[in-house]
């Protein structure tokens, strides 16, 4: 049973539908479509595990499912469903790169599909196709899509949870709705970290919007829902939180992405800016663009749609809090599931802007024509900066998809080599990606030797760092030594000019973020 008229979410069913309205919906299914070519070819690519997808990934394929629900090695955290969902699949499956991306390559095609629903329903008509490309080709939410992390699932999650719970807004649910809303909460809770955000934000939303007079009847109507959340997050806490908080290496990494006290602004500030450069992709001048189109977005809807805003903007709100208690950090990839949220409001910024083109034939009766003229050039502005540039660079991994560290086609180079002679040295940032493509690909009989010197730490000297690489390499003096790479260009670089001090190179095979060097090292 609703309980009163919502004209703000009602708006969008009630405009008429005109041709404008009608091609928006063509290029928002063109756009649709883009999103999920791109998103297959990347998956279908097949790239290397590199960093935190191997280190999770050997967590994942070593432990059973109850040793998943204890502190995860090499600093890793993740939900425990998620890990048993990834389990499972490596268990029915194979433990290669395909099936441990499966997961988050679903997450992102319900997500295309949930982001195009919502924003058909709730966003303008013009702003609908400019949020579905800033969605579909978006940088970090097209590269989770292929990341063994839960960061996609995040998304996908966190939207089902919007669009759930929007259209349970201002409703008294019967016991139907009431068992489906506390399902859908208390499931999502093991499924996604962030989920607790959303359904807080957005229940908190429902209450502050609906009329006094039907506060306690709807308190009434959904207690059962909040205590099924409740008690799922009170057992999903002890029972996995817990543990991952008392690993102190990742809590102290965690550490400097946290406000200082409840007063400091300067803080939020700087996370908000942060916000449009990471997670939602924005580089260089672009952010800027894209806080300034946000910021019109917010005040049209505030002023066209302000219920709908409310709930765009309340899981942010959530989400801070978290951050000011210092339970979750307000950063990076950590925070993709509102990118969503934030693009829809500045998909309106824009549209707004651009629809001021359409007055350009008034110009000459308006009292300020200037400003008509100004706005329509800033809506281009931004459709260019934000929009066009991402649908380009989104277009050409569909012929060249991106690739991180290729280390496994140096590891089968090496591996084929190696058997007319030679022992291998593997550098310190590939010794668990050489760990997973040992178990993986069955390589056997190599006598290999796991580097100890990580050139990135930024603590210690270059000479230091020189220094301890000769230690390790004590054993090898008078052998030819195959040395395997996984790091930037720059600590390539170092490595490889300290070698050519100690041996003669025979042979080098490079792929994208790693090599292979074949040494005769001196005695």
Request: with cysteine; proline share 3%.
């Amino acid at each position: 049973m609703k309980l009163e008229e919502n004209s703000s979410l009602d708006n969008k069913n009630k405009q008429p539908r005109t041709r404008w309205f009608k091609i928006g919906n063509y290029l928002s299914l063109c756009l649709v479509f883009l999103g999920l070519v791109v998103r297959t070819i990347q998956y279908l690519s097949n790239r290397s595990l590199w960093g935190d997808e191997v280190d999770l990934a050997l967590n994942i394929i070593n432990r059973s499912y109850s040793e998943l629900t204890q502190t995860l090695d090499n600093n890793q955290a993740a939900p425990l469903g998620f890990l048993w969902l990834e389990k499972l699949i490596t268990q029915l499956w194979n433990d290669g790169e395909y099936a441990l991306r499966l997961v988050p390559f679903l997450a992102s095609i319900a997500s295309l599909v949930l982001f195009y629903r919502l924003v058909r329903k709730y966003s303008s008509a013009l702003a609908a196709p400019i949020a579905i490309a800033l969605f579909a080709c978006g940088r970090y939410l097209l590269y989770f899509s292929t990341e063994l992390k839960p960061y996609s699932s995040d998304v996908a999650i966190s939207l089902l949870i919007f669009w759930v719970l929007v259209k349970a807004h201002r409703q008294i649910l019967s016991s139907k709705q009431i068992l489906g809303l506390a399902c859908l909460g208390s499931l999502a809770i093991w499924f996604s970290y962030p989920s607790i955000f959303m359904l807080a934000g957005l229940e908190g939303w429902n209450l502050l919007t609906i009329k006094k007079r039907y506060l306690r009847q709807t308190l009434v109507n959904r207690l059962p829902i909040y205590l099924s959340w409740l008690v799922s997050f009170g057992l999903f806490y002890w029972l996995t939180i817990v543990n991952t908080l008392s690993n102190q290496d990742l809590s102290a990494s965690w550490a400097p992405r946290y406000p200082s006290s409840w007063v400091d602004i300067v803080w939020l500030l700087d996370a908000l800016g942060k916000f449009f450069y990471h997670p939602l992709g924005f580089r260089g001048i672009t952010d800027g663009i894209g806080i300034f189109a946000f910021v019109v977005g917010c005040v049209v809807c505030y002023q066209t749609r302000r219920t709908i805003w409310l709930a765009l903007i309340s899981p942010f709100v959530a989400t801070i809090i978290a951050a000011y208690l210092h339970k979750y950090p307000f950063r990076d990839r950590l925070v993709l599931f509102l990118a969503p949220l934030a693009i829809m409001i500045i998909a309106e910024g824009i549209a707004f802007l651009l629809e001021k083109i359409s007055n350009l034939k008034q110009i000459s009766s308006r009292k300020r024509p200037w400003l008509i003229a100004l706005s329509g050039l800033l809506g281009i502005v931004c459709l260019y900066s934000l929009v066009f540039t991402n649908l380009y660079r989104a277009s050409n991994f569909i012929f060249q998809p991106e690739q991180k560290h290729e280390i496994r086609p140096v590891i089968a180079y090496v591996a084929e080599q190696v058997q007319l002679g030679g022992k291998i040295y593997v550098y310190e940032q590939g010794n668990r990606a050489f760990d997973y493509y040992l178990e993986l690909n069955g390589y056997q009989n190599l006598d290999y030797t796991k580097g100890t010197v990580d050139f990135d730490d930024k603590k210690t000297t270059l000479a230091d760092k020189q220094r301890r690489l000769a230690i390790d390499l004590q054993p090898l003096q008078g052998y030819p030594v195959w040395f395997i790479v996984r790091a930037d260009s720059k600590e390539r670089q170092e490595i490889r000019d300290y070698l050519d001090q100690v041996g003669n190179r025979k042979d080098l095979f490079s792929q994208a973020g790693a090599e292979a060097y074949f040494y005769e090292l001196n005695n």
